[in-house]
Each structure stands twice: as structure tokens, then as C-alpha cells.
């Protein structure tokens, strides 16, 4: 049985994965955050889940928890996705 902190790590960890893997206009370990685009790729919670082998709910309920910490999730018709990683520099 795993904790949510291990799951947050573990999606976290995936989302950056996958989420720096879809830009195609620039690559997020080059460029500084600053100069990343508005208009980034997103990622899907089930291609999350998928990577991560977690069940959909556990994926979502880590993204909840995660958004505005470590990413930026957005929710629409019934799909939540990783709309942008927030770097670890970045002030809450």
C-alpha cells in the first residue's frame, strides 16, 4: 500500500516525464522557465495513470493535491490535465 506522498511523487514525477517529452517548440530542461511558451502541450490523466500504472482516481486525486504546487492542472469535459510543471524555484 502506498501513501499519498509516494503517489504525488510518483505522478509528479510521470507528469514532468510526459509533459516535457509532448513540447515540441522547446525543450523544458534547455530552455528556462521564464521563456516557456503560454500555449505548452498538456497531458492527459489517463496517459498519466497509464505510465505510472495507477488507477485513474488515485492519478486525479494526486493532480488535485499537486495543482499549484508542482504543476498547473486544468479540468475539462470530464479530463483533468497537466497544463504546465512548475519549476522548483518558483515561489508559492
Known sequence: MTTDDTVD???AEAALQLWSAA???F????VPSDEWPD???PVRDAD???D???ELDDV??????LDGER????REAGTVSVLRVLPEDTPL
Open 9 to 11: 511523487d510518483i505522478v
Open 60 to 65: 486525479r486525486a494526486a493532480l488535485d493535491r
Open 71 to 74: 504543476l498547473v492542472v486544468g
Open 48 to 50: 498519466i495513470a497509464v
Open 23 to 25: 513540447q515540441i517548440d
Open 52 to 54: 505510472a500504472r495507477l
Open 39 to 41: 500555449d505548452a502541450v
Open 27 to 30: 525543450d523544458p530542461f534547455e
